[in-house]
């Protein structure tokens, strides 16, 4: 039980308390959107092109709302009068290391110390969970369709000061496993919860020793919710995070064509501009 003499314990509830009511509405709108782009692409599938591993299932299970509560404050900024703004991003240049698995403030990379946590299918009422080490980069879990659910993700808490990466053409991910399953990764360029996702998808490449994919920024797809926007451009000079995702659906409620339910894993080694 929380004591709530305690001014150091009341703080930290009001804050999460805060962030449920400031971020789940945004949730509940995204959410209905998406399950309608959902439905309509549903009714277009043929049997030959659905799976049985994206059935949704009937069952349904209570929602976890503590553990919407650890994952999402994570990635909601308090206020801070005394922040500035501007001016003091980190330049970052071709071939740059911007993170790698272990790594400390001195050898991990050219900008702030960047920390992985989960945010799942939790955050729209599922049940899928994944699990990410910041020490050997492994990702890991697994997806369900249960409440309509059907992803999991790992987001970097927001980066401050920001990057910025206007001297570069993408980012390259060096990973290992996923069974050349499809994933996405996503940059940020600004701090809202449900801001724009500037976004690429890949396959993870097979082969014992993994490989390196390169995400070209003039090719990211700005979405919110996996729904495409358009009249947007990237922010180069102000990334503020990084994101993956694997999920059932693509762009628009189309679906991912190298998805399946259950298990899955992925070792992300490094982040490196080029």
Known sequence: MYNFSNRSTVAPVLFMTASV?????HFASGFASASTNRSASSTSITPQSSSTALQAETTRQPWDVLRFLRQ?????????PF????????????????WSA???EEDGGVGPKITWSPLDDVVMGGVSSSEFD?????????????????????????????????????VEF????????????????????????WTS????????????????????????????????????????GFQLAYSKFEY????????????????VAEIRAY
Not at 21 to 25: D, Y
Not at 215 to 230: E, G, H, M, S, W
Request: glycine share 14%.
């Open 174 to 197: 060096r990973v290992r496993g996923g069974n050349g399953k499809r994933f996405k990764a996503v940059l940020r360029d600004s701090t809202e919860f449900n801001g724009i996702s």
């Open 21 to 25: 009511c400031l971020i789940a509405p």
């Open 134 to 170: 910041n020490a050997s980069g492994n990702w890991a879990g697994t997806v369900s369709s249960t409440n309509n659910g059907g992803f999991v993700g790992i987001r970097t808490m927001p980066f401050d000061p920001p990057l910025d990466l206007t001297a570069c053409q993408g």
């Open 201 to 240: 998808s890949f396959d993870a490449p097979r082969g014992a020793n993994g490989g390196t994919v390169r995400l070209p920024f003039d090719r990211q797809v700005p979405t919110i919710f996996a729904n495409t926007v358009k009249g947007k451009t990237f922010m180069a000079d102000n990334v503020v």
């Open 83 to 98: 922040r500035t703004t501007g001016g003091n991003a980190i330049a970052v240049s071709p071939g740059d290391v911007i």
């Open 72 to 80: 999402s404050s994570k990635f909601v900024r308090p206020p801070n």
């Open 252 to 267: 628009d409620g189309g679906l991912n064509p190298k998805f399946e339910l259950g298990d899955f894993s992925l070792q």
């Open 102 to 104: 272990g790594g400390s």
